[in-house]
């Protein structure tokens, strides 16, 4: 099946200061969307976008389908973006394959 | 837009009891709704796709008579544990998938599910 691989697995950021989650994947996909899981566990929507580039207020998404990796940048990161940022794929039989994700604390 | 609602948001039941977790999309039409498992600091694992008024599709390794799933409208599928164990315990979450052609799933708040 498809391998999502997320990096880097955790990363601490001061307020303000921005940053790249990266995530690749071993096959085309008719799917891809990131997600933010906060502190109560629901997962929020933030891009869906198999490919091409989206940007929404601080965030930012691009994929290179052809490339096979997607890249979520956060600019001028604040406390309430700590949690845990997850890249799903989906190829075929509309199921998603979650990545391990990317655990985010950013400190005031 | 694209609102998934779960109930109950969290349950403690006895060991041998059954759960029924509630999954409903509130403001569209869902297709296909999604289950999936998730374990402390863990990712999300799917177990299940259901399509309205068929049987649900398991993924390998879940057992099927032990996770009921019942799709009986566009708005609403639902999760049964049966016999819960102790390691039944874990975080469940559905999704939901519209009717418009694209491919996102819109995600529940999750159901966590303690089995004493």
């Known amino acids: 099946g498809i391998q999502v691989e997320q990096s880097p697995p955790d990363l601490i950021l001061q307020e303000g200061a921005n940053s790249t989650l990266r995530c690749n994947f071993s096959?085309?996909?008719?799917?891809l969307q990131w997600f933010h899981q906060n502190p109560w566990g629901q997962l929020i929507n933030l891009f869906y976008i198999p490919s091409g580039t989206k940007q929404n207020g601080r965030l930012s998404a691009t994929t290179v389908a052809t490339e096979r990796y997607s890249l979520l940048y956060i600019s001028s990161s604040q406390t309430t973006d700590s949690g845990v940022y997850f890249c799903?794929?989906?190829?075929?039989?509309?199921?998603?394959?979650f990545g391990a994700g990317t655990i985010l604390r950013v400190k005031s | 837009g694209a609102v998934v609602s779960q109930h109950p948001s969290w349950v403690i039941c006895k060991s041998g009891t059954s759960v029924k977790i509630e999954c409903r999309s509130l403001d569209f039409q869902a297709t296909t709704m999604f289950w999936y498992r998730q374990f402390p600091k863990q990712s999300l694992m799917l177990m299940a796709t259901?399509?309205?008024?068929?049987?649900?599709?398991?993924e390998q390794g879940v057992e099927k008579d032990k996770f009921l799933i019942n799709h009986a409208s566009l708005t609403l599928s639902t999760l049964t544990v049966t016999s819960a164990h102790p390691e039944d315990s874990s975080f469940y979450i559905c999704?939901?998938?519209?009717?418009?052609?694209?491919?996102?799933?819109?995600f529940g708040p999750g159901t966590r599910l303690t089995v004493t």
């Open positions: 999704s939901a998938q519209g009717t418009s052609g694209s491919y996102e799933q819109y």
């Open positions: 799903a794929v989906e190829r075929g039989g509309n199921k998603l394959v």
């Open positions: 259901s399509n309205e008024g068929s049987k649900a599709t398991y």
């Open positions: 096959d085309s996909v008719n799917n």
